[in-house]
């Protein structure tokens, strides 16, 4: 398959990049970069040097491929192995997903299909709960690279103990295998068990490489909603406290002078008799901090019991990932993935507004 980016081009042949050489060039040279052209047929090594003169992919990454000889160069056309299965005697989430894959499990309908969300799966309103094996994880976001998770409420991100199942992570690797594609699914970042919203996964090791870079650099944006009790003094705010583990509870945070760099953005959407919806801007990613950083300032999220929340609405925090927007690890396209308000936010706010 040939892929025409706007920024450079590639073939996928199996688990093998293969780039022209020419294309190589001219890419370097829009950079700024002018080295020498390559002659065809060169010996990786060669090939390995030249591509580092290039500044296009990381040092790290490339001096890997070589050790394991991932570097080949056939004709004018450079070739990379890339795109490498998942490794099931190593990875044990990639080991279930593809054993629950051949089984049967998992495959329910709905599950990675944009749109399919059904409801029952997250019935956290209070009085309902949710039906044993109906979550389901939709796909925002699928390519070679990268791949987009929307994470329902109730389902971890990666497993807490040896041989947990349905998680998020799990999820991914199936939505790959399901399709063919037998490479593994690495979270970049993570959501609390009671979160919602979309959650991004590298599908190689170059993507995560860049993809880890993005999340050091705070170039990776993520947008929530929140349901908080009472109304926010100003309309908008920026919560800046250290955030650190609270040595009276195990599972719990709280605002420490010793805890890590936390700041937190927030704007005051609607107001409701007793509560508000926010919307929040992370400009960094603590344990817990929008739970925390709310409750700090006096309005812990609705249905959030362990900072302070009440339950009567929601028997979890009423929180949502809204949008994700990140550079593309290859195209370097800005992405903007919005995910769908889940049904139990939507109830727990005509809740309130009707109040």
């Given at each position: 398959?040939?892929h025409?980016?706007?920024?450079?081009?590639?073939?996928?042949?199996?688990?093998?990049?293969?780039?022209?050489s020419e294309?190589?060039?001219?890419?370097?040279?829009?950079?700024?970069?002018?080295?020498?052209?390559?002659?065809?047929?060169?010996?990786?090594?060669?090939?390995?040097?030249?591509?580092?003169?290039?500044?296009?992919?990381?040092?790290?990454w490339l001096?890997r491929?070589?050790?394991?000889?991932?570097?080949?160069?056939?004709g004018?056309?450079i070739?990379?192995?890339?795109?490498?299965?998942?490794d099931?005697g190593?990875?044990?989430?990639?080991?279930?997903?593809r054993e629950?894959?051949?089984?049967?499990?998992g495959?329910?309908?709905?599950?990675?299909?944009?749109?399919?969300?059904?409801?029952?799966?997250?019935?956290?309103?209070?009085?309902?709960?949710p039906?044993?094996?109906?979550?389901?994880?939709?796909v925002?976001y699928?390519?070679?690279?990268?791949?987009?998770?929307?994470k329902?409420?109730g389902?971890?991100?990666?497993?807490?103990?040896?041989g947990?199942?349905g998680?998020?992570d799990?999820?991914?690797?199936?939505?790959?295998?399901?399709?063919?594609?037998?490479?593994?699914?690495?979270?970049?970042?993570?959501?609390?068990?009671?979160?919602?919203g979309?959650?991004?996964?590298a599908?190689?090791?170059?993507?995560?490489?860049?993809?880890?870079?993005?999340?050091?650099?705070?170039?990776i944006?993520?947008?929530y909603a929140?349901?908080?009790?009472?109304?926010?003094?100003?309309r908008?705010?920026?919560?800046?406290?250290p955030?650190?583990?609270?040595?009276?509870?195990?599972?719990?945070?709280r605002?420490?002078?010793?805890?890590?760099h936390?700041?937190?953005?927030?704007?005051?959407?609607?107001?409701?008799?007793?509560?508000?919806?926010v919307?929040?801007w992370?400009?960094?990613?603590?344990?817990?901090?929008?739970r925390?950083?709310?409750?700090?300032i006096?309005?812990?999220?609705?249905?959030?019991t362990?900072?302070?929340?009440?339950?009567?609405?929601?028997?979890?925090?009423?929180?949502?990932?809204?949008q994700?927007?990140?550079?593309?690890?290859w195209?370097?396209?800005?992405?903007a993935?919005?995910?769908?308000?889940?049904?139990?936010?939507a109830?727990?706010?005509?809740?309130?507004?009707?109040?």
């Amino acid at each position: 398959m040939i892929h025409d980016h706007h920024a450079l081009p590639y073939e996928r042949d199996g688990e093998w990049l293969s780039l022209a050489s020419e294309d190589l060039l001219r890419f370097a040279r829009t950079a700024g970069v002018s080295p020498s052209p390559i002659e065809a047929g060169s010996h990786p090594h060669h090939v390995r040097i030249w591509l580092l003169a290039l500044g296009l992919f990381p040092e790290k990454w490339l001096n890997r491929l070589f050790s394991v000889g991932g570097i080949r160069m056939e004709g004018g056309i450079i070739r990379l192995r890339t795109f490498l299965p998942g490794d099931p005697g190593r990875d044990a989430v990639y080991r279930t997903a593809r054993e629950e894959l051949a089984s049967g499990i998992g495959a329910a309908a709905g599950e990675g299909r944009a749109g399919a969300r059904p409801e029952t799966g997250e019935g956290t309103a209070a009085g309902a709960g949710p039906a044993a094996g109906t979550r389901q994880a939709d796909v925002l976001y699928q390519d070679d690279w990268c791949l987009v998770m929307d994470k329902p409420a109730g389902m971890p991100v990666h497993p807490s103990q040896p041989g947990q199942r349905g998680t998020l992570d799990e999820a991914a690797v199936r939505q790959g295998l399901r399709h063919g594609d037998v490479q593994p699914a690495k979270h970049i970042h993570r959501l609390d068990d009671d979160t919602a919203g979309p959650v991004l996964y590298a599908r190689n090791e170059l993507a995560q490489l860049r993809l880890d870079e993005a999340m050091r650099e705070k170039t990776i944006g993520r947008q929530y909603a929140a349901i908080v009790h009472g109304v926010p003094k100003r309309r908008h705010g920026t919560i800046d406290a250290p955030i650190g583990k609270d040595r009276h509870h195990r599972s719990r945070r709280r605002v420490s002078p010793d805890g890590d760099h936390a700041v937190t953005h927030y704007e005051t959407v609607e107001v409701y008799q007793d509560a508000s919806l926010v919307r929040v801007w992370l400009e960094t990613g603590r344990t817990h901090q929008i739970r925390v950083h709310m409750s700090h300032i006096g309005h812990p999220l609705v249905g959030d019991t362990l900072y302070g929340g009440r339950d009567a609405v929601l028997r979890h925090q009423a929180l949502r990932g809204e949008q994700l927007t990140f550079r593309h690890p290859w195209t370097e396209r800005e992405l903007a993935l919005t995910a769908p308000e889940p049904g139990w936010f939507a109830e727990a706010r005509r809740r309130l507004a009707s109040l």
